[in-house]
């Protein structure tokens, strides 16, 4: 099984932040993928539900001092 998820993250202002949050997120334990795009606020993340859910991914980044919300 996979999940897929897509949020709006907040408070990125260089391209470091996108590569640290892609790092910190390919490296949780459950999360398959992570895409995170600065121009747009996006992330696109895929993870095994049976491991992680969206609220444990979303304050992952929220405590490495970002905001994350679900897009749309
Ligand atoms: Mo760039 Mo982001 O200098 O937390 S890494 S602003």
Redesign the pocket.
């Known amino acids: 099984p996979q999940g897929k998820l897509a949020l709006t993250v907040t ?7 996108v590569h ?1 949050i892609e790092s910190r997120l390919t490296s949780t334990r459950g999360v398959l993928a992570a895409s995170v795009a600065l121009a747009t606020n996006k992330a696109n993340i895929r993870f095994d539900p049976e491991v992680i859910g969206a609220r444990d991914i979303i304050r992952t980044i929220e405590q490495m ?1 970002f905001g994350a919300m679900l897009l749309k």
């Open positions: 408070g990125m202002t260089c391209a470091s932040c640290s001092g």
